[in-house]
């Protein structure tokens, strides 16, 4: 299901509503839906990126990262009390990747926003970021900073046989 389809189960006046507005009215109509008026509103102030295939919503919050997706209830995937930013979506929309300081630097986690299931594909002392995803499904991954950085490369099927 796309977007354009799921926006009409809504109400009249919310489609009404969320056709004029956008995006962005469609995820704060959730928010306010779903979740308390603190949560609502960091929902509503949240980056949020659409699926290539416009199917799933990642919405990054103050800290957690949920996914909407065409049966319209928001998910919370990172479910962790550490900071999880920075959403990307792999090509083919089955996964996304997202950085989290749960284990007190930044590292790199992979999730599957059908399953929930989250794995964590970077392991280093030093701070790793997603540098992007390539159109075959790879996925690159920048490690340290200033004069010492360095890339890593996980092929599709590694991430595959990781988040199934």
Same mark, same amino acid.
């Given at each position: 299901?796309?977007?354009?389809?799921?926006?009409?189960?809504?109400?009249?006046?919310?489609?009404?509503?969320?056709?004029? &507005?956008?995006?962005?009215? &469609?995820?704060?109509?959730?928010?306010?839906?779903? #979740?308390? !008026?603190? @949560?609502?509103?960091?929902?509503?102030?949240g980056k949020y990126i659409v699926?290539?295939?416009?199917?799933?919503? $990642?919405?990054?919050?103050?800290?957690?990262? #949920?996914?909407?997706?065409?049966?319209?209830?928001?998910?919370?995937?990172?479910?962790?009390?550490?900071?999880?930013?920075?959403?990307?979506?792999?090509?083919?929309?089955? #996964?996304? $990747?997202?950085?989290?300081?749960?284990?007190?630097?930044?590292?790199?986690?992979? $999730?599957?926003?059908?399953?929930?299931?989250?794995?964590?594909?970077?392991?280093?002392p030093e701070d790793e970021y997603?540098? /992007?995803?390539?159109?075959?499904?790879?996925?690159?991954?920048?490690?340290?900073?200033?004069?010492? @950085?360095?890339?890593?490369?996980?092929?599709?099927?590694?991430?595959? /046989?990781?988040? !199934?």
């Amino acid at each position: 299901m796309t977007w354009d389809n799921f926006i009409t189960n809504f109400t009249s006046d919310a489609v009404a509503g969320i056709a004029i &507005l956008g995006i962005s009215a &469609l995820v704060g109509w959730i928010g306010a839906r779903y #979740f308390s !008026k603190k @949560k609502a509103s960091q929902i509503r102030s949240g980056k949020y990126i659409v699926s290539p295939d416009k199917v799933h919503v $990642a919405i990054e919050t103050s800290k957690d990262i #949920f996914v909407i997706d065409d049966g319209g209830e928001p998910k919370n995937i990172s479910r962790h009390s550490a900071k999880d930013t920075d959403p990307r979506w792999s090509p083919d929309s089955r #996964f996304f $990747a997202f950085i989290s300081d749960r284990d007190k630097n930044w590292e790199v986690y992979v $999730a599957n926003p059908i399953t929930g299931r989250v794995v964590q594909i970077t392991f280093s002392p030093e701070d790793e970021y997603i540098i /992007e995803w390539t159109k075959s499904g790879d996925l690159w991954i920048g490690t340290g900073d200033g004069d010492e @950085k360095s890339l890593q490369v996980f092929r599709k099927d590694e991430i595959e /046989e990781l988040v !199934k």
